[in-house]
């Protein structure tokens, strides 16, 4: 085994498994302080799940699509003494959403409150228009009550936020404790549509709008407040990040593949690669699915720092498709929904572990929603829910996926042609070797039931100069929380004592390789 020491060893050295939002936010900030950092990624490019397959027409997202809550990325690149605005070019997106049912009905969402309350009244009359007021409201009111006291907190607990609630009363009645999503949208709307609309965005922390706490209902003002369109994609917004760090003594390695993390005396001291290289590092942070730690795949004695993680069932997955087509039918916005007539018969069958034959489906039209007319062969992104990886997939699982999803979009008129390949879909068992320990479940473990948002890791660990950042992490999925996960775990080890590592570690031992 050979060991590898940067020179300068006065400063702290960081060592970041992972180049995705969690643990480029992390690195991020570590290098704007002044500390060394390495970043280590198992795959040939910067963004974790914010990846991309490549097309005729250029390349395309695999994941995420929009960027919300700017403040939080703005912050990001002002760490590193720069401008997100000098990195990538953003086009706010004023049409958020355009949603179609297979009654023919559709409804555009604006980044406009009022223009939404006259879309809904005009959409299903003067009541629902007042629904939607007041539903818009309470998000507001959520949004800000919680934002500080769980997102912003590295380390939320029972009782601070109940001392929280206490102090601002009138978040009980907002919050409708006890209540899942589903229950507070069935007594905020009389038509059925809008409950299923807007019990759609338990999916985007991987839940089910039937088990997530009605609390979750605060990510309608998340995206009321401002959706961007990153120009070329969202993987653009990774490698900018990247780029900044490395402009900052920031070092990245692609490819490469960590063995074990080590420790001695109950704290981290480094990490080998596959192939025996060892990095010593004054801290460790590890930007990956926290159940890899849990089971014991990045070496011994890590089991206790998300054992968690590996008991309570993780959150759905999805079936992505990532390809070039022209479309003909109805006109797309850059998002789009084409809702099935009822979500829970899918719902359902996605805790079961099952798939239906037309399930609801999310399409981004990249090249829609952009100061340019979208050109002839356009970039498409089409997600269906699915539920984790249980058992290995078999050949038909391609056929099986292209047949639910483009039938259903071909009864609502939507053609693509030309219809993908197999190269063009990730699913579950994809994601499951994308992503090492993960059972293809894309947002950590399970966000359902009251307690979950107290359930998940936090930056910092039980083994000390061992952190966690990402999406699997509090505060849990999406870009912008995976980034305040890295800011977390950043101001962890900025707070906390250093020890300085040794050279190489007392004993070698084999695991998988992981990033």
Request: proline share 10%.
């Amino acid at each position: 085994m050979t060991s590898s020491r940067h020179p300068g060893s006065d400063v702290p050295h960081a060592v970041i498994i992972g180049a995705g939002i969690g643990g480029l936010a992390t690195a991020a900030r570590l290098a704007g302080a002044g500390l060394r950092v390495t970043i280590l990624e198992r795959h040939s490019h910067p963004g974790g799940k914010m990846r991309t397959l490549p097309t005729p027409a250029g390349p395309v997202d695999t994941g995420p699509t929009v960027l919300t809550l700017r403040p939080v990325f703005e912050d990001l690149f002002a760490a590193l003494g720069t401008r997100l605005a000098d990195h990538v070019t953003l086009h706010r997106q004023h049409l958020l959403v355009r949603h179609f049912w297979p009654d023919s009905s559709t409804l555009d969402l604006f980044d406009d409150p009022q223009r939404n309350i006259d879309a809904v009244t005009a959409f299903a009359g003067a009541r629902a228009g007042r629904q939607m007021r007041q539903f818009s409201d309470r998000a507001r009111a959520l949004f800000e009550g919680f934002d500080a006291p769980v997102m912003q907190s590295p380390e939320p607990t029972l009782a601070a936020l109940t001392s929280h609630v206490l102090r601002h009363p009138r978040l009980i009645r907002q919050m409708a404790p006890n209540k899942t999503l589903a229950q507070l949208l069935e007594s905020s709307f009389d038509d059925p549509r809008l409950i299923q609309l807007f019990g759609r965005y338990a999916t985007y922390v991987g839940g089910s709008p039937y088990h997530v706490p009605a609390l979750l209902a605060l990510i309608w003002q998340a995206e009321v407040s401002g959706v961007w369109v990153v120009e070329g994609g969202m993987h653009r917004l990774a490698q900018a990040l990247a780029d900044a760090i490395t402009a900052r003594g920031g070092k990245l390695l692609f490819d490469t593949h960590v063995d074990r993390i080590f420790t001695e005396k109950g704290r981290a001291i480094g990490v080998t690669l596959q192939g025996g290289t060892y990095l010593p590092a004054d801290a460790v942070v590890f930007n990956g699915d926290p159940r890899a730690l849990a089971t014991g795949a990045l070496g011994p004695g890590l089991d206790r720092v998300a054992p968690q993680s590996a008991e309570i069932p993780g959150s759905l997955s999805a079936e992505v498709w990532a390809f070039a087509a022209t479309p003909t039918g109805p006109e797309l916005a850059h998002h789009n929904v084409f809702f099935r007539a009822d979500p829970k018969p899918e719902f359902d069958a996605l805790m079961q572990g099952r798939h239906i034959p037309d399930p609801t489906l999310y399409v981004c039209a990249m090249d829609r929603g952009l100061p340019v007319a979208p050109p002839a062969l356009e970039r498409f992104e089409v997600i269906a829910n699915a539920p984790p990886l249980h058992v290995p997939a078999g050949p038909e699982e391609f056929t099986a996926c292209q047949t639910r999803t483009f039938q259903t979009l071909a009864r609502f008129g939507v053609a693509l042609d030309p219809l993908p390949g197999p190269g063009a879909l990730t699913t579950p068992s994809g994601f499951d070797q994308l992503f090492p320990e993960s059972k293809g479940s894309l947002y950590g473990q399970s966000p359902h039931g009251t307690m979950a948002t107290f359930q998940r890791p936090t930056a910092r660990t039980p083994v000390k100069g061992l952190y966690l950042a990402g999406g699997g992490v509090h505060p849990g999925a999406g870009v912008p929380m995976a980034a305040l996960s890295g800011r977390h775990a950043a101001e962890a080890i900025l707070a906390d004592p250093i020890s300085t590592s040794p050279s190489r570690p007392t004993a070698t031992h084999g695991g998988i390789s992981t990033g």
